[in-house]
């Protein structure tokens, strides 16, 4: 067999800075990388094995980046993810190495690691009691060294999630807290690049720190249309001629593909190979001038001939594994015919991912710092540096200075594939060794059987485990050997008891001695079969079930749970509720749950209906960055709305944002249309509405308009200045414009509720009688947005301006508005309109306004509350040393509830009786009032347990005043109250050790909606019970629809909307195992099941 020819392909060798000019199809994430490490201090890349995640940082991102704005360190875990990243800055310091380090030193094929001074494994381990300030110390010379920034850059950091100790990983969790949170290392930023199928193994990270994974660019897989640019501008590049043109390259990607996705390192395997093919079978081979490789043509026929890419793969494998074993049974004697293939197996894991091995050199030979199979340390060194040397000249193995580990991810799947069956056993026997020592070492289970001894004895040589394990084994043989010993002694000296003792006088002695061994042996075979089972459970559920249906998977906790016992049944009830907290399993209590097309959505691209029965979403798709997105409304059944045979009516393109008006199922669709320009003359309609002056704000407006007509055009804003109103539920469709040039809707981020009621803010809503009250900005000649709004009728008729400093409030019935106008000098108004604009009341000077919620005028200027009832005027003044910033009412019931502030941090909450102005106060933070269900909820914190950073005098003097500095250990979390409008607690007081992120309160259904830090989204019933807890992810999208009746969330790239009355909590186990009885997810699963999907009791 020919050696092997160096092809012009990467193979599978990630792209490196000095390959620029042949790294093609990647630049719209590498700008988003660039843009990523720019605004943020951590950045997480991810993506499934072979999508080029590093390749993008080593050649995209580093060319895009100027040498003089960072520092780079490129860090692999090694032996010790900790002692990797000290060791690498030290190195970068050291005197005796130039300036070049980490990712620089790392592409150009140089070493970042100390050379370890001895053979010693121990040796080159830095102790855990300084490596943490040792980084911080050696971060802050490299930054003084430099004058750069620095950036950390860990790649495949899956590593230390399989393989890193939990003191490994709580070290290097402390490390990123400390670098993310100390004020002298802001110079430094963190790039993690990982798989993106070990994601779960990062919630101790986001335990810590919860923004973790907040900042994330996912690298998904090439589209067809790239990965044909890289076939046809790599070929052209290499002197490659496709004899049928862009047809070949088409061949060549059907060929790759495998559900609608190409693998990159797949395809340089088969271009590699492809190369050589023709390469050999080229009889005349021409260079061109300039070029470094000869002309080579591949064509349909050589395509085809070829072969698919899993024939590619297997043979590449076969024939390199065939090549290294032949040549070291040539120059080596006694070499195992399996040799290549049990070496190859040392550097893949259990679940079929590459296995770093750690080594130093000694004279001739070659030492494994860590763990690696027996066979491997008792083979003669110049055969395993030979051997080594092989795997990584036929591109199988690489070597980055102190580790060898296999080129790519893809090359550990094709071990895995190839593993033989003994192959197969020593795995399932590392498991079950594994499991029985951890029992030992609780204290839950004895020294390994005879049986188990025997059974795991032939894979001995060729586990990968510790010291103690290993211990643990041959302590478990030494006993045996021992019962052995004295069983035999037993047995000789009741032979010669017998022979002494034949009489049948002492034949009961003998029957009741076989009467006790019976006995003995009984029970004992009961222990060794309890304890089979019990770890044919541990292991099943530990390594396999995550491979099952996640339904079926589910309904054999109850099997499983019945064969543990002790502390292991708190392992089930783990394991049971992070199955639970799949999206899979919460999907099936759904009304329905559908796959979207985008895998994050933004705030304000994600709406649902008043009544629950229509849902608005972004469908635009990862790949467009423009804020004109394309939105799709979905009925309550999930499907696209069709309206008398009308088929998708419910989609619609370039649109800024969209909400649900406050008229039921009308949606709003806001974006920029075509800009008007002024007009030069009064006219008559200025859009689809003619302007019908009907009163003296119309008509100031006007001339207004006209002042302004020679003053030079402006330009555009970007905001959208048109909205659609579409009737869902009827399929129609009225196109609403502003009226006049330079006037604009307002930008989303504006739309939220006012920060103290729902009913006041910059939203378009309709009035009761139909009309539409539409907030709006117009452009001034200077170019600065004046806010405005004004109101239209049913025919979309002007009826009046309405002067709106600040956000408009309606009624709680929509029969009247209210504004407040700051554009006098020296006084301000607050205007109150009925619904067909007509002024009803001016009051001066107010600092707050709002209406009660069975429709009075509520207002205040700081030191009084004002109520208008009727033509009385009641009036409330505030007391004390602080004012009101607002208030809440109901004259019918006569309760007034008012919000003081007492210092930036802090506010309280006082309870008016109007009937006697007697009051109530309460050191809380009001969260919502609902005078018609007689119930106000407050929240809480115990400020006085805050401590500060002074001395005893100093702080008892700012005590008050509640500056956030340090908590001291026994402060509580959050607390919610739930009172009557007498001040009486009607419920429990409610608490989550997470602690609240967000509150939303229902109205209708009087439940309030919550997200933890830790992304939980709990619903609190009436009586502050958790009625449903689900979990979400980072970034994710829930609501509640007005009505209560439905409730939905978006969670990895799903759209699941819930009916509000299920049971479900997927945090309490004690509920998680009663709705395993019922439907959605009862299911019968057989014996017979069981033992196929192979767990099996004995």
């Not at 001739?364 to 000249?393: D, H, S």
Request: glycine content about 6%; hydrophobic content about 35%.
């Amino acid at each position: 067999m020919e050696p092997i020819i160096n092809s012009p392909f990467k193979f599978l060798d990630p792209y490196g800075r000095e390959d620029y000019n042949i790294f093609f199809g990647r630049d719209e994430e590498i700008n988003q990388l660039y843009q990523h490490i720019h605004k943020n201090r951590l950045v997480l890349v991810y993506g499934t094995s072979g999508t080029g995640k590093t390749s993008i940082v080593q050649c995209g991102l580093m060319n895009r980046m100027d040498d003089i704005d960072w520092t780079p360190f490129f860090i692999r875990r090694g032996d010790n993810i900790n002692d990797s990243l000290l060791n690498n800055l030290k190195k970068a310091i050291s005197n005796k190495t130039e300036a070049e380090t980490g990712v620089t030193a790392a592409l150009t094929g140089k070493s970042v690691l100390i050379q370890a001074p001895s053979p010693r494994p121990s040796t080159n381990i830095i102790k855990t009691s300084n490596v943490c300030d040792q980084v911080y110390e050696t971060l802050k010379n490299v930054n003084l060294r430099y004058l750069r920034s620095v950036y950390l850059i860990f790649d495949q950091f899956e590593e230390l999630l399989i393989m890193g100790s939990e003191a490994e990983k709580k070290t290097f969790i402390d490390i990123i807290d400390h670098i993310l949170t100390d004020p002298d290392l802001q110079f430094c930023s963190l790039l993690f690049i990982m798989r993106e199928e070990f994601f779960a193994g990062l919630s101790d990270f986001e335990k810590e720190i919860p923004d973790f994974c907040d900042r994330r660019l996912r690298i998904e897989a090439m589209n067809a249309r790239n990965v044909e640019e890289v076939i046809t501008k790599s070929c052209e590049e290499f002197s490659i001629s496709l004899q049928e043109g862009p047809e070949n390259a088409k061949q060549i990607i059907s060929v790759l593909m495998e559900k609608g996705i190409v693998s990159l390192p797949y395809l340089q395997i088969y271009l590699d190979q492809l190369w050589r093919s023709v390469y050999m079978i080229t009889p005349v081979k021409t260079t061109a001038p300039g070029k470094a490789y000869p002309a080579l043509t591949f064509n349909n026929a050589i395509i085809k001939r070829f072969g698919g890419m899993q024939e590619v793969l297997e043979r590449f494998v076969r024939e390199r594994i065939t090549v290294i074993q032949d040549l070291l049974e040539k120059e080596f004697t006694g070499v195992p015919e399996d040799f290549v293939s049990n070496v190859l197996d040392a550097f893949v894991t259990a679940e079929g991912t590459k296995r770093p091995l750690a080594y130093v050199r000694i004279n001739n030979g070659i030492w494994f710092t860590g763990q690696v199979p027996p066979y491997l340390l008792k083979r003669p060194g110049n055969l395993m540096i030979r051997c080594l040397a092989e795997m990584e000249k036929n591109k199988i193995l690489r070597t980055e200075g102190l580790t060898y580990e296999l080129a790519h991810d893809v090359l550990a799947g094709l071990i895995d594939a190839r593993r033989t069956e003994d192959q197969r056993r020593a795995g399932f026997t590392d498991q079950q060794i594994r499991s029985r020592y951890t029992g030992y070492q609780n204290k839950i289970s004895e020294l390994l059987s005879n049986k188990e001894i025997e059974s795991y004895r032939p894979f001995m040589e060729q586990l990968n485990l510790p010291a103690e394990i290993i211990a643990f084994y041959e302590a478990s043989v030494q006993q045996r050997d021992r019962i052995a010993q004295v069983r035999a002694a037993e047995a000789q000296k009741l032979q010669k008891l017998k022979e002494r003792q034949r009489r049948w006088k002492w034949g009961w002695v003998l029957g009741g001695i076989l009467l006790v061994a019976s006995t003995g042996l009984y029970f004992y075979s009961q222990m060794l079969r309890r304890e089979f089972n019990r770890n044919e459970s541990l292991v099943f559920m530990g390594y396999e079930m995550k491979n099952l249906d996640p339904k079926e998977a589910l309904n054999l906790f109850g099997p499983i749970k019945e064969k543990v016992y002790g502390e292991d049944t708190n392992k089930v009830n783990q394991k049971l509720l992070e199955f639970m907290q799949t999206q899979a399993i919460q999907g099936k209590f759904s009304k329905y749950s559908k796959l979207l097309t985008v895998s994050l959505i933004e705030p304000g691209r994600i709406d649902i209906s008043a009544d629950g029965n229509f849902i608005v979403l972004d469908s635009t798709g990862d790949n467009v960055r423009s804020k004109q997105r394309h939105y799709v409304v979905f009925n309550n059944k999930g499907e696209n709305i069709d309206v008398n045979n009308r088929k998708n009516i419910g989609s619609f393109g370039d649109i800024n944002y969209v909400y649900f008006t406050n008229r039921p199922n009308i949606l709003l669709l806001a974006y920029k249309g075509v800009e008007e320009q002024p007009e030069k003359k009064k006219g008559a309609s200025k859009s689809k509405w003619s302007n019908k002056p009907q009163n003296y704000s119309l008509i100031k407006q006007e001339e207004q308009e006209e002042d302004a007509q020679d003053q030079p055009y402006q330009p555009e804003s970007p905001l959208p200045n048109e909205f659609l109103l579409f009737d869902c539920v009827n399929g129609t469709v009225d196109t609403i414009r502003l009226g006049g040039p330079r006037r604009y809707l307002h930008a989303y981020d504006d739309l939220e509720d006012g920060p103290f009621t729902e009913f006041d803010s910059y939203r378009v809503r309709f009035t009761d009688n139909g009309n539409l009250m539409v907030p709006y900005v117009e452009m001034d000649p200077d170019g600065f947005l004046v806010k405005k709004a004004q109101l239209l009728d049913d025919k979309g008729q002007h009826l009046a301006y309405l002067p709106s400093s600040v956000t408009v409030t309606s009624s709680r019935d929509f029969t009247q508005l209210l504004t407040l106008d700051e554009t006098h000098e020296t006084i301000s108004y607050m205007n109150v309109y009925n619904s067909d604009g007509h002024i009803m009341h001016q009051v001066q000077n107010v600092l707050f306004g709002d209406f009660t919620e069975d429709g009075h005028l509520i207002w205040g200027n700081g030191s009084d509350i004002n109520i208008l009832d009727g033509r009385d005027t009641l009036r409330f003044l505030a007391g004390g040393y602080y004012d009101y910033a607002y208030a809440y009412g109901s004259v019918k019931i006569k309760k007034l509830l008012a919000r003081k502030k007492i210092s930036f941090y802090k506010e309280v909450v006082e309870l008016i009786d109007m009937k006697d102005n007697s009051r109530r106060r309460f050191d809380e933070t009001l969260v919502a009032a609902n005078f018609d269900k007689n119930t106000f909820i407050s929240r809480n914190i115990r400020l006085n347990d805050y401590i500060h950073p002074f001395d005893t005098l100093t702080s008892i003097y700012f005590r008050d005043s509640w500056l956030p500095w340090y908590k001291s250990p026994e402060m509580p979390y959050d607390t919610l109250w739930r009172r009557d409008l007498t001040g009486r607690q009607t419920a429990p007081p409610y608490t989550h050790p997470d602690g609240f992120v967000t509150l939303q309160y229902n109205r209708e259904k009087d439940e309030l909606l919550i997200l933890t830090r830790q992304n939980k989204l709990i619903l609190l019933g009436r009586n502050m019970e958790e009625k449903t807890a689900m979990q979400l992810t980072a970034n994710d999208r829930y609501g509640l629809s007005d009505n209560g009746e439905i409730l939905y969330y978006v969670r990895d790239r799903w759209l699941s909307a819930f009916p509000n009355n299920l049971q479900l909590h997927v945090f309490d186990a004690s509920r998680a195992w009663a709705q395993l009885q019922l439907w959605p997810l009862k299911m019968d699963v057989s014996k017979q099941r069981r033992k196929e999907l192979g767990l099996s009791f004995k």
